[in-house]
């Protein structure tokens, strides 16, 4: 048995199984899963998991080279942008997308982690790295 990291075996064999360029996204209660995706539902409640402490967790856990967020989490949920800030630091690009584009991009993803977190634009598509 697994002592620490990701101890989700779903989420553990998605990160396990990502490529080069593969994408993975985390998002919102009402974020919509493509048919054909796979999903991983986490919420226990509204709030829990939030969506910071999957992100930390995953950021931890998997080498990204990209992340891309909706354009409108800037105005309607700057909080949460700068909690996105502060955990990737400088590790990663980030790029903007409106959010149409953003749930259109989701249907290539490996997996859509759905978290408890209930604030607008709480999503993101992070693009696999590589680690050599």
């Not at 309607?76 to 955990?87: D, G, H, K, Y």
Request: net charge negative.
């Amino acid at each position: 048995m697994k002592k620490n990291g990701m101890l989700n075996s779903e989420i553990a064999k998605v990160l396990d199984d990502l490529g080069h360029t593969d994408t993975l996204v985390i998002g919102d209660l009402g974020l919509p899963v493509p048919p054909g995706v796979k999903k991983i539902d986490v919420a226990l409640e509204i709030g829990k998991p939030s969506f910071i402490d999957l992100l930390t967790l995953l950021m931890e856990e998997m080498e990204v080279e990209k992340i891309t967020l909706a354009t409108e989490i800037k105005e309607q949920n700057p909080s949460q942008l700068v909690a996105i800030n502060e955990i990737i630091g400088e590790q990663s690009d980030v790029v903007f997308t409106s959010h149409e584009e953003f749930k259109k991009q989701c249907i290539t993803a490996k997996a859509i982690i759905r978290t408890g977190e209930a604030t607008p634009y709480s999503n993101v598509i992070l693009q696999s790295g590589v680690i050599f």
